[in-house]
Nanobody, 123 residues
Framework: QVQLVESGGGLVQAGGSLRLSCVAS????????MGWFRQAPGKEREFVSA????????FYATSVKGRFTIFRDNTKNAVYLQMNSLKPEDTAVYYC????????????????WGQGTQVTVSS
């Protein structure tokens, strides 16, 4: 069982930056691939980024590539999402998720989810 807790969301102006954090409980965090997803009001949850257990492989949605960076620190049981050059269309609740195995881009593939953190980008 893995429990995930996100933090770092907030209100920021367009062009600004935020860093989201996700801390996991459990002793086997390093064996899990981690993903970030987001859900805007009235829209389906969408993939943002994912990282393999060794951080050797990372994946990004086209809409965030070049602006967002995912990284992890297995010694702290944490995964992060550095978000730069934020746009109003990045406004959403951001969720951290974990899957035992290779990183995935579909939400249905993930076994564990955090409660989400709100990111609001004003124009």
């Amino acid at each position: 069982q893995v429990q995930l807790v996100e933090s770092g969301g907030g209100l920021v102006q367009a062009g600004g930056s935020l860093r989201l954090s996700c801390v996991a409980s459990g002793r086997t965090f390093s064996s899990y691939a981690m993903g970030w997803f987001r859900q805007a009001p009235g829209k389906e949850r969408e993939f943002v980024s994912a990282i393999g257990w060794s951080a050797g492989s990372t994946f990004y949605a086209t809409s965030v590539k070049g602006r967002f960076t995912i990284f992890r620190d297995n010694t702290k049981n944490a995964v992060y999402l550095q978000m730069n050059s934020l746009k109003p269309e990045d406004t959403a609740v951001y969720y951290c998720a974990a899957v035992n195995g290779l990183p995935k881009v579909t939400s249905q593939s993930y076994h564990y989810w955090g409660q989400g953190t709100q990111v609001t980008v004003s124009s």
